[in-house]
């Protein structure tokens, strides 16, 4: 039984809240780190867009272009169109952060040119975990509500879990395309040593997003399994 505010007032609603507070924490330190560093120009005097550029070269990976994309810090690589898309705030700009960021896209693209094994992991899940991380609350609550569809309350915390899972193998892709890139930046000389520290501080703040994000869909998978036995008690 659901109404009475169960589902959205029971106690362990508070797994949820700290989750959400996780991760607005570490969207916080994110955007602070990154605006730091934005107003750090490198001595390269090298754009976003020609780091990544220069780093695609630099690795053989031709396939791969560079665009730019609208809106703040939402830079990604696309494997499907192969493109490194850089926000508006990375792509013209000389700044640590901004280089930073591209050569970690950048590290995506070497990932996928290499087939990196977490990364293969990754996307041969991200159909069923997309499905998961969608449906898989409202079949629990199906299951709860209907009771002979009692197997439901099964298959959606199943299904969610496969969403939990794509947030913990998304973090070793994660902190390697941050490695790849701060070695790169080093190797090829486009930030100097002092520049380096810089650079990994802000990355280690995007990766931290990563981390406060798979440690938010544990909570609440912990919090759907509550909820499923507490459901199946009551039925019992």
Not at 17 to 46: D, E, P, Q, Y
Request: hydrophobic residues 50%; positive net charge; charged residues 15%.
């Amino acid at each position: 039984m659901l109404n009475g505010g169960y589902y959205y007032m029971d106690s362990s609603y508070i797994l949820v809240i700290i989750g959400a507070l996780l991760c607005l924490i570490t969207s916080g330190m994110v955007k602070s780190t990154f605006n730091r560093f934005a107003k750090v120009a490198s001595a390269s005097g090298l754009t976003g867009s020609q780091v990544a550029a220069a780093i695609l070269k630099r690795e053989g990976i031709y396939d791969v272009s560079v665009a730019r994309v609208a809106g703040s810090l939402t830079d990604n690589f696309n494997p499907a169109t192969k493109v490194v898309n850089l926000s508006e705030s990375v792509f013209d700009s000389t700044s640590i952060s901004a280089i930073s960021v591209a050569a970690h896209e950048c590290g995506h693209a070497m990932q996928h040119n290499e087939e990196y094994f977490p990364l293969k992991i990754r996307s041969s899940i991200l159909p069923v975990a997309n499905f998961g991380s969608k449906f898989g609350l409202w079949i629990v609550v199906a299951g709860l509500i209907i009771s002979f569809f009692r197997p439901l309350i099964f298959i959606g915390v199943l299904l969610f879990s496969f969403g939990v899972l794509f947030q913990i193998v998304t973090l070793p892709v994660e902190f390697d395309a941050s490695k790849r890139a701060l070695a790169t930046l080093s190797e090829m000389g486009i930030l100097a040593d002092n520049e380096i520290t810089g650079a990994q501080k802000v990355l280690k703040s995007a990766a931290m997003t990563y981390v406060a994000s798979a440690a938010a869909s544990i909570l609440s998978l912990i919090r759907l399994i509550l909820i499923a036995q507490g459901g199946r008690r009551r039925s019992d």
